[in-house]
């Protein structure tokens, strides 16, 4: 099956600072999605971006579906912001990777 | 506009009881349902996804069940729980397979 694979692992950063995290897939995908899990657990939508490049706020990502990676930017980190975050690609079936666990320092 | 629904938020149960955890959505006719679990903090793994009623294809042969007696209802189910069925368990909806993924708030189970 497909491999999503996310990094890095752990980011920890301070407040106001940027971030890029990475999602890469071993195979061509008919969409992609980013999510936010908080520390209560709750999966949060951040962007169904099968290619392209969206924006929502600090927040934005870019899929090269060619060449088979996306990219989530964050700019001046907030607290608000730690957590894990998923990409999960739909190939025959959706699969997540394994995460970015992003901690934010104030 | 669309809402998820999934109780209880926590529970805990002792080893060989039953379980019943609840999904409904509201807002949508009809949608594909999915029951993930998450063990620790990371990666989620699909336990079932339903594209109608009585239709339920199971990814992981285990302890549980899920069922879709409506249309909005999915119900994930076990006769005897097991030490290893605790975790977080989500359910999540979409309005087809190429569509965007909505997830309830969770349950955690914890299995004593």
């Known amino acids: 099956g497909i491999q999503v694979e996310q990094s890095p692992p752990d980011l920890i950063l301070q407040e106001g600072a940027n971030s890029t995290l990475r999602c890469n897939f071993s195979?061509?995908?008919?969409?992609l999605q980013w999510f936010h899990q908080n520390p209560w657990g709750q999966l949060i939508n951040l962007f169904y971006?099968?290619?392209g490049t969206k924006q929502n706020g600090r927040l934005s990502a870019t899929t090269v579906a060619t060449e088979r990676y996306s990219l989530l930017y964050i700019s001046s980190s907030q607290t608000t912001d730690s957590g894990v975050y998923f990409c999960?690609?739909?190939?025959?079936?959706?699969?997540f990777g394994t995460g970015t666990r992003l901690t934010i320092i104030p | 506009s669309q809402t998820i629904h999934q109780w209880p938020a926590t529970l805990v149960q002792p080893v060989g009881s039953p379980l019943s955890l609840e999904c409904t959505v509201e807002?949508?006719?009809?949608?594909?349902l999915y029951w993930y679990r998450q063990a620790a903090g990371r990666g989620l793994q699909l336990l079932f996804y339903?594209?109608?009623?009585?239709?339920i294809s199971s990814e992981v042969p285990q302890n549980l069940s899920a069922s879709r007696p409506q249309d909005r209802q999915f119900i994930l189910s076990s006769k005897k729980l097991l030490l290893s069925d605790s975790g977080f368990y989500l359910c999540?909806?979409?309005?087809?397979?190429?569509?965007?993924?909505?997830f309830g708030n969770g349950t955690r189970l914890t299995v004593t």
């Open positions: 807002g949508t006719s009809n949608p594909n």
């Open positions: 971006i099968p290619s």
């Open positions: 999540a909806w979409s309005a087809g397979a190429n569509s965007p993924l909505h």
């Open positions: 195979d061509s995908v008919n969409n």
């Open positions: 339903s594209v109608g009623i009585g239709q």
């Open positions: 999960a690609v739909l190939n025959e079936k959706l699969t």
